[in-house]
DNA sequence: CCTCCTGTAGAACACTTTGTTGCATAGCAG
DNA sequence: CTGCTATGCAACAAAGTGTTCTACAGGAGG
């Protein structure tokens, strides 16, 4: 008993056009009516899926702001392993959609507490994966287990969202070099 | 040849409702109709002084995100007046309405080149104050001139502007303690 | 292949928001 | 007092939002 295939269709369409506006346009113009016209599907049938504009915006987030799954590397030394993973945390932020859209669910936050949800838990596994990355070279005696792990995991996140989602300055490969390096060096001479 | 009164006194009553408007309920809520209804100004009035939505929404932006110029103290050691600083700093984002509007300026930023503009010179600013604060340590002899200061700054602001304006979670005396050692243990142990 | 069921298209409708315009009125300045 | 100008009010157009009804087309099961 599977689904009807215009179901599918109708959703999967919808809702690429509704990405492809969010990210073009903005919140504001995720709107039945543009949808509509961007896809030829009509606007009863668009109201029968998302039955208000609020559910329609929000599965639109949703699509983009699925965290991808980063298996941590905790095999290197430190350096190579944080490098490694703030780059794919650099490079999501430069070139996939979820980098795109970032910005206009940080606002959303800061009067919707789902918002605030989508956040927290995306948050929480960035923290998780560079913790596991702390871990492993204090297991491995390259750090010593008295650095401020939280603080540092704080420090080595915030910079480049800061960077990008407040400054809007270019996250390239010389700053995150940079910035490892600083990250590296303060937990190798914390005693 | 002064100014009517009547303007200057629309305009304030009109702006302070917006700025209400804008702390209360987000940007969405900013709008002729609303500011009418909350102050008694005609519809039409406001649509004389603000052409359209969104210039009525950038004046109320504009009104609260003037920056308060801080002057910075540079006399005491490093510690003590970074510490003032970024008290100041996280003072505002705490308790001033450009806290409370910052996160959608941030957000309007990424689809605004004004309000990038606006985000530029604020943090223009704000890097300016922490790099007199350095600059004055190095002077004294207390750091190092080889420790790399850009980085420190931005380290320094981009934790508690993330930790507020990303992740939303508090901002307290205790959090900055921390912050500011561990960045004053990285400027000293640098050579 | 035929029939039932369900999803879709399209149009009509009400309501709200966003702007515009014209006119009467009230207040400021000389 | 007189002219100028800002305001208030009402009517209006246009767009966005959401509902409802009817007709039709495509899929599933016999």
Same mark, same amino acid.
């Given at each position: 008993m599977k689904e009807d295939p215009r179901l599918i269709a109708t959703r999967q369409t919808a809702l690429d056009a509704a990405q492809q506006l969010l990210m073009d346009k903005g919140v504001l113009h995720v709107t039945h009516g543009a949808v509509s016209s961007a896809t030829g599907i009509s606007r009863s049938t668009l109201y029968r899926h998302w039955p208000d504009a609020r559910s329609l915006r929000d599965a639109a987030f949703r699509r983009i702001a699925t965290p991808p799954n980063i298996p941590p590397?905790? %095999?290197?030394p430190l350096q190579s392993d944080l490098r490694w993973l703030l780059g794919v945390l650099m490079g999501a932020l430069n070139d996939t959609p979820w980098g795109r859209i970032a910005p206009q669910v940080v606002a959303a936050a800061s009067t919707d507490a789902e918002a605030r949800l989508v956040i927290a838990e995306f948050m929480k596994d960035r923290f998780a994966s560079v913790e596991a990355v702390f871990s492993a070279a204090i297991d491995r005696g390259e750090?010593?287990? %008295?650095?401020p792990v939280e603080q540092l995991i704080e420090l080595a996140i915030a910079a480049p969202y800061f960077r990008k989602l407040i400054r809007h300055m270019p996250l390239d490969a010389d700053w995150l070099d940079q910035h490892v390096n600083l990250i590296c060096n303060i937990a190798k001479s914390e005693q």
């Open positions: 590397k905790t %095999d290197g750090i010593s287990a %008295d650095v």
